[in-house]
């Protein structure tokens, strides 16, 4: 992981439930971290092109921003899985974040309506 990777926040889409279900937990487990070992996370260019591929029309959608300095499991920079469509979420050899565990809530540093997000 570059120094850029290390220091940049990382951003997930989740419902405000799920948000606010997760802060009085104080973790987050995504169906992804069950089925395939990870969250799916993304880079801050990444998360309007994401929202477009895999949320579009749910509602009450909110993006999570984590300080990767204050997660508890192991994140690492990963193609994208499964592979996007050309057209989608990321430019060819672009890289997600993946967290290999459960994210500690207390790593979320700001949550964001995703109708307000902007690169």
């Not at 430019?91 to 809530?105: D, E, I, R």
């Amino acid at each position: 992981m570059t120094i850029e990777q290390k220091t940049a926040k990382i951003y997930h889409i989740c419902s405000r439930s799920i948000s606010q279900a997760a802060s009085a937990a104080g973790e987050y487990r995504a169906d992804s971290l069950a089925k395939e070992g990870f969250i799916h996370f993304s880079q801050r260019h990444q998360v309007l092109p994401v929202a477009r591929a895999f949320y579009a029309g749910q509602p009450d959608l909110v993006v999570l921003v984590v300080d990767p300095a204050l997660l508890k499991a192991e994140l690492k920079y990963e193609d994208p899985i499964p592979p996007l469509p050309a057209d989608s979420a990321a430019k060819a050899g672009s890289q997600f974040p993946h967290l290999y565990g459960p994210l500690n809530f207390d790593a979320v540093v700001d949550i964001i309506e995703l109708a307000d997000f902007r690169e």
